[in-house]
């Protein structure tokens, strides 16, 4: 059974620091590019980073660019989100997910591989 668990959420004030974990079981993703996407209470399921776990070559929304560093570890089939400078719109559960290629992980509303989600509260 393949298997995306993240961690690493919790509450925070402004301005600190979180770092997100998203490990993978059942299979590697060595060939995928993996994700996370965040979806706030009342809004739309956003895109936060993902990155190309061959490759390394990294992918950022414009809200966090600056802020946040997506990374990964083959070798442990995990992926991390370090999170800086938090502010309170970054509020959010937080998912990891995985496709194929970074093209479509942007247009799919399915993801081949999606993970619960660690909740990330940021107050004032």
């Known amino acids: 059974q393949v298997q995306l668990v993240e961690s690493g959420g919790g509450l925070v004030q402004a301005g600190d620091y979180l770092t997100l974990s998203c490990v993978a079981s059942?299979?590697?993703?060595?060939?995928?590019?993996m994700g996370w996407f965040r979806q706030a209470p009342g809004k739309e399921r956003e895109f936060v980073a993902a990155?190309?776990?061959?490759?390394?070559?990294?992918y950022y929304a414009d809200s966090v660019k600056g802020r946040f560093t997506i990374s990964r570890d083959n070798a442990k089939n995990a992926m991390y989100l370090q999170m800086d400078n938090l502010k309170i719109m970054d509020t959010a559960v937080y998912h990891c997910?995985?496709?194929?290629?970074?093209?479509?992980?942007?247009?799919?509303?399915?993801?081949?591989?999606w993970g619960q989600g660690t909740m990330v509260t940021v107050s004032s």
């Open positions: 997910a995985a496709d194929p290629t970074i093209a479509t992980m942007r247009v799919l509303a399915t993801h081949s591989y």
């Open positions: 059942g299979r590697s993703f060595t060939g995928y590019t």
């Open positions: 990155i190309a776990m061959s490759s390394g070559t990294e």
